[in-house]
């Protein structure tokens, strides 16, 4: 809709009531002189602005309406004041001047960015123009991603071409040099350097190296990939499965489709959003959300409407205290086997793979007092931060192999500090491997094995908890055992933890650590028999992630071969990691909840999978009744967003 | 309860109304003289038998009671025998004679072993003691077993002790000379030696030496294990995850936790019913079952009464053979996938090799039209023994990845005959790794991926059908999509069965060839939404060793870990691999087949996971109003007497 000013008393113009690019309350929009349909399509000649206002880089040379003819763009000035107080939203105006008399062609409502939606929401309300459910209806959930990452700058990325596509797997813009090695990453950066790391996928091995970088790019992995998730929870722009490019390693270098071939140092240029990658190094936009008062002043309208609490997957005082700052309620997924992975990790690591390849009972005790420390710190760190918010911990997930080094050079170290033979170590490293890992010795399965893990892991949390209330301030730890599948599991765990809280309680002379036992419904077996499981449980935290790689039969790692044609095909509408699957895995969730709350009406329900971050399955949880979502601290003020949105939907 | 004769008029003794050991109709007893309760259960004396049919090498020495006192003898055989006419079973009766007075001092039900249980039933049947229900009732589906197999002496395993204990994966005894390869079973049966497979666990490659042997032994791995899963199908003894020996590939030996080392060629003898390993070679029992009349009578009856069929899960002509001997009714689940295992399949795996290694689909057509001569004569030969009774036949299944050879010397091979270079080959190859294969690309995800392969074998199976039926024989096919999750998948393969039938019918010309087009029902989403899937399937098979892994997160491969000690600790009653937890996984099965029935009222619905020959198992599924069981030919007759005794119990 652009049009170009040839000096006549007839002309053609398009207008909003309202900023569209920014969300002002001015009025803005552009004129052509003797245009018809044919020459607003093509665009070719440069329009002129309507008024001051509206005046760009380009149109500065031609006058405006305002005072080409003052009095009827004062007409038109009062007819959009009057369609946008009748319509009660900003309105996308068309209008022709014939002859010297203005006439109206349409008006619709106008499409506008998401900064620009926030900011019309904000101050409608503030206008009292609309209500506050209204105010929060106008801003769709995933539009504040745009005021909450850095962007390519639009102005530039629509000249450019992009040298492959991917998948869009953390939202945003980013720049940097391609290094191949998280090792790389973790040396150019520590030079001041600005890298993207690009790799074929990425493992737990890789975090430190992925934090350090600006973006990551992998060809390999669906939206759910290792890279994905953990971009997707740093805010971090990610782009996965990008076929497009090969890797090879050995000349440091990557070919695309296209033809380009990037060397390690070269620039690159990401839009995580669109999956977009782009050659050279591209302007960035930037938005500091402390100082967006429009946004604010709508979270404020948001947090007095929505009903489902908000909580965050964090497991560092950072990305805690990030979360709080963004609207946190608490921590619904605190992973204790973060703690090693990436910086400082190395001791805790080394005693975790102790205790794993130990054989006894009495060696396996031995290095979990040891880490014991350690773990107690982790939690009681981040527990600080959250000042008596409610944090949910789980105990040990992963499969323990995952955490035994493959490479020759961390197996001798172990092997010598272990003082054990490399023969007996390689033996033992091999007994732990699986075909099926997700599906394998991890979970609650460890504790049941194992149960001096879970008595190590239940004391560093009462310890830390009493600890911080001797100190006067506040703690509130949910001890939560992960993939179950029946009620005898937790009967058993449940034991160690009132043991435990006996002991504990005598060593701190305290009467009473106040703390809730629950579990993670995760299995499809578990949302079967909730019922059963509600007679132990305080407390049910769906992982939806899981429940949904079981219920398909996905695996999350390995969706790369077959999702893409599946979407394509139209056989599956959406991928189901990202929004929760409503038939299928969506009626184990609701029949759990039904089962659980039969035997504990006032059963807490919360969700930590990676569902918890997307508006629809926000809403879904909503309509569930559920008490809760988690998500990633980034992904926070969208689900408040959501929640909000969910609780106006509902009363209609 | 043995007894000695020392000459006096008082007496103590035990009969039975008819021989415990083979259910002969002859009364069977022993008696001691003088004897008291103490001597009873000391079993010190050896005890006198009471007539000579009783008398045996230890107790011929004796005089029996129908000697040393005809008249109380007389009164005694009159009496058992009013009480087994009155009770209408066998008895176990105790007496005693005091001063020439025979005193009856109780009586009960005899136990007796399974072939004694299936004489006693069908004779009481002839002789109209029993009915027909009553005789049905009277035996255990598992004790069928003993009439199946060949089994250690158990006069000689009695004194014998075991060396190792592991899990009773294949019933029944064996005895061979140990060796540790696969190779080494081929080469040594080749020579006419009885072999015994010892491994840590087993692979599809290793199932020509899994054949060759008498028995498997593995060290790890649980009852659904490889090793387990091939060699309860052809009903070979098997004992797996025998974590009490420790195997030295290098010295070929094992060494026992009791201290033994046993060398390669050294004897060993496995009760595979008990799992129990033996130092030796031991003698072992032997039966015939077509000369088992009884068994023959006893299975007439069988079948009369039970409602729901009982398939087989077989895919050799030789299978179905042996299948069809013990009642099979058909085929429920035939791997086509099983061609590319074991003798005669180096070429057609080769075939499979190149197709999968292909890159584009004229590539993968190329090398699909070559295996296509291969795979419709493998169903067709099948087929064809099958005489009419329905075959299902389920498309590709496993992840392609598991037929890439990993061994340096099959790739060069390949990447030879292939005319590709060995890096591409292995980039190739790399890129189908999975890390959780069970849960990747597998099943109809493969057949929607590359069309081109459910084409192929689609053709496969209705050509065969045709090429049968024109040669005036009958067939039947069942065609089956694994792995579905959604009724998108169905229409998608449906289209691709629509256009080859005609292409089929054009060719033959034929205007019709019979053929049903199913699911699998084997991820909890299947059964969830199984009431659109119904739409488009004409029946469902539940495959529940998939629907019990998705539900609880088990992989069968890796339940090695912790299913030993969830089953010592009582957490969960019973492996649900071996019989299905109607609690959790039933839920699933019952509500699709609701759902099923809701849109199709008749939709035929049955199951061909290893639950299929599980006696509880088979009782449930009748009572779900399933059409039909699926099991190894092996378990057919127990499915059988399962299904019988459903339908008498469900009467009462």
Partial sequence: MVFGNMGNDSCTGVAFTRNPGNGENKFYGEYLVNAQGEDVVAGIRTPAPVNQYSMNEQSKQYTSLEKLMPSLYKELFSYQKRLEQHYKDMQDIEFTIEKGKLYMLQCRVGKRNGIAAVRMASEMHKEKLIDAATAIMRVGPNQLVELLLPMIDPAVEIVTKPIAKGLPAGPGGARGRVVFTSDDSVAWAAKGEKVILVREETSPEDVDGMHKAQAILTTKGGMTSHAALVARGWGKCCIVGCSDIEIHNDTKTFHAKTGEIIKEGDWLSLNGTKGLVYEGSMALTDIDLAKNESYKYLMQLVDKIKQIGVRTNAETPEDAAHAMKFGAEGIGLFRTEHMFYGEGSEQPLFLLRKMIVSKTEAERRSALNELFKYVKKDIKDTMKVMKGYPVTIRLLDPPL???????????????????????????????????????????????????????????????????????????????????????????????????????????????????????????????????????????????????????????????????????????????????????????LVRAGITGGRKAKPHLKVGICGEHGGDADSVKFFHRLGMNYVSCSPFRVPIARLAAAQAAIENKK
């Fill in 401 to 587: 192999h995952e955490f035994v080094p493959h490479d020759s050079d961390k197996l001798t170290r172990l092997g010598k500090e272990l003082g054990i033979s490399m023969s007996v170590l390689r033996r033992r490293v091999l007994a732990l491997h699986e075909n099926n890992p997700m599906l394998g010795h991890r979970g609650v399965r460890l504790g049941i094995s194992f149960p001096e893990i879970t008595e190590m892991q239940v004391r560093a949390i009462l310890e830390a908890t009493a600890e911080i209330l001797k100190s006067g301030k506040k703690a509130f730890p949910e001890i939560m055992v992960p993939v179950t599948v029946t009620v005898n599991e937790l009967i058993h765990q449940k034991e160690i933890v009132d043991r435990v809280y006996k002991e504990v309680c005598t060593k701190m002379k305290m009467k009473k650590i106040p703390y809730l036992y629950g579990t993670m419904i995760e299995t499809p077996r578990a949302a079967i028999r909730a019922e059963l499981m509600a007679n132990v449980a305080d407390f049910f935290s769906y992982g939806t992630n899981d429940l949904t790689q079981m219920s398909f039969g996905f695996s999350r790692d390995d969706i790369g071969g077959f999702l893409p044609k599946y979407l394509d095909l139209k056989i599956l509408p959406y991928d189901p990691f990202q929004t929760i699957d409503q038939d299928g895995v969506g009626e």
